[in-house]
């Protein structure tokens, strides 16, 4: 009897030091804020905020000024801990009238960045992907705010599959100004 139960003694100490590691790693990385925990992941990161919806946020970032980037962050029961970071190499000179570049998060986020997106709009198939005026979201930063003048970056989540036709539509009178096709 002795025996069995320094037994059921010995797993429950086990299992109670496991219990106190697991959360002394979860609380260790977890932020009171999505902000605090995509800046413990990468430095040097302008955030910019998209939507925070429950226990999920986006954003876009830029970073050293040139790289634009992608972030989801999640809230657990400890905080919020960034997910999946993305940067990519990103050339304001190479911006321009169409679509030149675009970038892809994870299996469900699609952006790119265009000049005068108010004007604009992008659809990714039958979707219309969401415009965000950069400038109108930024921190308050000069050189970066200049550098961000009249761009947008346009975005959708949804599965992407390959061969997703790509079109930047004029507002004012529909015509396809570029378009191209998602080759994954």
Same mark, same amino acid.
């Given at each position: 009897?002795?025996?069995?139960?320094?037994?059921?003694?010995?797993?429950?100490?086990?299992?109670?030091?496991?219990?106190?590691?697991?959360?002394?790693?979860?609380?260790?990385?977890?932020?009171?804020?999505?902000?605090?925990?995509?800046?413990?992941?990468?430095?040097?990161?302008?955030?910019?905020?998209?939507?925070?919806?429950?226990?999920?946020?986006?954003?876009?970032?830029?970073?050293?000024?040139?790289? &634009?980037?992608?972030?989801?962050?999640?809230? %657990? =029961?400890?905080?919020?801990?960034?997910? +999946?970071? #993305?940067? *990519?190499?990103? $050339?304001?000179?190479?911006?321009?009238?169409?679509?030149?570049?675009?970038?892809?998060?994870?299996?469900?986020?699609?952006?790119?960045?265009?000049?005068?997106?108010?004007?604009?709009?992008?659809?990714?198939?039958?979707?219309?992907?969401?415009?965000?005026?950069?400038?109108?979201?930024?921190?308050?930063?000069?050189? &970066?705010?200049?550098?961000?003048?009249?761009? %947008? =970056?346009?975005?959708?989540?949804?599965? +992407?599959? #390959?061969? *997703?036709?790509? $079109?930047?539509?004029?507002?004012?009178?529909?015509?396809?100004?570029?378009?191209?096709?998602?080759?994954?």
């Amino acid at each position: 009897m002795m025996l069995k139960s320094r037994g059921v003694l010995s797993i429950l100490i086990t299992v109670l030091l496991i219990t106190v590691v697991v959360v002394m790693v979860g609380k260790s990385k977890a932020y009171e804020e999505p902000e605090e925990a995509l800046h413990a992941v990468e430095e040097g990161l302008t955030l910019i905020p998209v939507k925070q919806i429950n226990e999920a946020a986006l954003y876009f970032f830029i970073k050293d000024d040139q790289h &634009i980037g992608a972030a989801k962050v999640k809230k %657990s =029961i400890f905080g919020w801990k960034a997910g +999946l970071v #993305s940067v *990519n190499p990103w $050339e304001r000179e190479r911006t321009g009238e169409k679509l030149n570049r675009m970038f892809v998060h994870g299996e469900d986020l699609l952006y790119g960045v265009v000049r005068r997106g108010d004007e604009r709009t992008v659809k990714v198939g039958n979707e219309r992907a969401a415009m965000l005026d950069v400038t109108a979201v930024l921190p308050e930063n000069k050189s &970066i705010e200049h550098q961000w003048k009249g761009l %947008s =970056i346009w975005y959708i989540e949804k599965n +992407l599959q #390959s061969h *997703n036709e790509i $079109e930047l539509i004029h507002n004012g009178d529909r015509e396809v100004i570029d378009s191209m096709v998602l080759k994954r």
